[in-house]
Structure formats: C-alpha cells, structure tokens
C-alpha cells in the first residue's frame, strides 16, 4: 500500500521549552529547506507565536519555499492536557485555551502574511477544549495526537467535540503522530514505541525498521499507513550538551534530547527522505490531508 506522509516541524526555541534560544530555528532551518529543495519535498511549519515574531524572516523564507505555515502555541506552553510534569510549566486555563491560540495566529500571521490553518500543541499535550477553539478559529487540521499514548486511531479522523482522541462530527482533521504499534511497550507511557527522536540518536534505518514493521500492522487491519512526524530545528544544529545556567537554575539537558543534533540529524532526515520516496510515500501538508479523507 502507498504510504502518506506529513513532516511537521515544530519552529521554536532550542530544546524545546528548556533554553530562550533560536540558534537552531536560524541555522537549522535552511539546512531543514535544502534537503527538502533536493527531494522536491513538502513540508508543514509549525512556528510558534514567539519565534515568528522575534524572526519574521524565518516564517517568510519557509513560505517562499512554498511549505505549510502553521502555528505551535503561543510561548511553547502547555495547551492541553499534560501526560506528565514539567517544572514552571502549568497548563492553560480552560478559559484561556482560544485567546491564546487566536494571539500565536495573529502574531504568525503578522510575520508570515499567511493566517496559520494547521496546529500541533507543544509536547503532543493536546485536549477537547483546545480542538474546539482551533475549529472555532478557522483551523482545519491538528497534528496533536500522540498515537505512541492513546494507541487507538491509526489515520487522520474527525474528531468528536466530547472528546478529541474519539471519532465524532467536527470539521476539523486529527492527524495521529506516527508510533510503532507493532511493538510491546515497556515503558507506562509507551514512549519507547515512539518514533522521536530516533533518527538521530539511532539512524534512519533503525527509524525505517520501525516504520516497516507498522506499515505491517496495518497492513494486518486493512489501514493504509499514515505517517505523521514531528521534527524541530534545533535537531539540525549542533546543541550544547552540558549545563545551561540561568538566574535561578542551571538545566542538563537529558543525553537523548540533545545527541547527534547538527550533521548527523540533517544526513539521517536525507536518507529518512530518500528511502520513504523509494517505498512510493506521498508527502503532503498537515492542511491537504482534509482533501484525503
Ligand atoms: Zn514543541
């Protein structure tokens, strides 16, 4: 069966929420835009609200290059429901949830010229309330879903306003990141099943393993396989492995978070690429993915 494939790459600091910096969104970037330049690849770019103010120059140049711009928060803060803690990150309010995510739209749009369309909550901590506002706001596709958590919907589904993880009558798509199902989890998260970041801190063939064997299990239900990936830039530039000193703290990244980011990632995601066209994979935008269904 034919593969679909979404990349989305998540535009905000490096490391995620652990450091203030954008080295990487600034040099990782067009390492990012040249290896899909060479394989005539489309993409989908979730900036958040913060990252497109402070580098408009960014979110312009991906938008030259003719890939998706959507939105990632507002600060990288938790929109949904967190599946686990993280010191000085609480969630949003409920009531918060929509204001937020209509100032990283207007904020994206502003640097962008281009009002985002598909979303991807920090951390894959997504919720009912924030897949209702998006659709309030005009979103037409979320790539939240951490199927590695839920382990139930396999492909892009409409969700149910009474619950996002569950099928139901809203417009807008669910698009399910991709895990490897096929394996048995030893982890209470199931995070071992899931895809990132194994293409750099192992390889793109390990990754492919992975992706043949659940290409596999869906096979066995009759599903053709969905692959929605969640990348970042900062992978493609090379991040500090010791500690980061701030006024109150000094953070250590965990080793996995921050191996092999720079050369090795960018070789890796290349050869990622060329083996998925060689298997016949169709990349499209998180935002084309409704004409699918
Ligand atoms: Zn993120």
């Known amino acids: ?20 910096y954008y080295e990487g ?3 990782g970037t067009p390492v990012i835009l040249e290896i899909l330049a060479r394989h005539g690849v489309t993409a989908t770019f979730f900036f958040t609200g913060d990252a497109a ?11 030259d290059a003719g890939h998706e711009i959507g939105s990632h928060s ?36 502003e640097a962008a010229g281009i009002r985002p369309v598909s979303f991807r909550a920090p951390r894959l901590f997504g919720s009912t ?36 993880t569950q099928e139901g009558e809203m417009s807008i798509v669910e698009l399910p990141n991709f895990a490897d199902l096929s394996m048995i989890s030893h982890d209470p998260y199931g995070r071992d099943l899931d895809q990132w970041p194994l293409f750099r801190t192992e390889s793109a063939e390990a990754l492919l393993r992975h992706i043949d064997s659940y290409a596999g299990y869906c096979g066995d239900r009759n599903v053709e396989p969905f692959l929605c990936f969640y990348l970042h830039p900062w992978e493609f530039h090379p991040m500090p492995t010791g500690p980061v000193h701030y006024g109150e703290a000094t953070v250590i990244p965990d080793p996995f978070i921050v191996r092999n980011c720079g050369p090795y990632a960018a070789e890796q ?22 004409l699918l269904l």
């Open 1 to 20: 069966m034919a593969m679909q494939a979404v990349l989305g790459f998540d535009m905000e600091t490096d490391i995620g929420s652990f450091t203030p």
């Open 25 to 27: 969104l600034l040099s």
């Open 53 to 63: 103010r402070k580098h408009p120059q960014v979110a312009r140049r991906v938008r």
């Open 74 to 109: 507002l600060f990288h803060e938790t929109v949904g429901d967190p599946l686990f803690d993280i010191p000085g990150i609480s969630s949003l309010l409920p009531e918060e949830v929509e204001l937020r995510l209509l100032r990283a739209s207007q904020w994206v749009e």
């Open 129 to 164: 309330a924030m897949v209702n506002a998006l659709e309030a706001l005009g979103y037409v596709a979320d790539a939240s879903y951490p199927m590695y958590y839920y382990r139930d919907r396999l492909g892009p589904y409409h969700p149910s306003c009474e619950d996002w």
């Open 269 to 290: 995601f290349d050869a990622l690429i060329r083996e998925l066209l060689a298997r016949g994979t169709r990349f499209v935008q998180a935002r084309e993915v409704t």
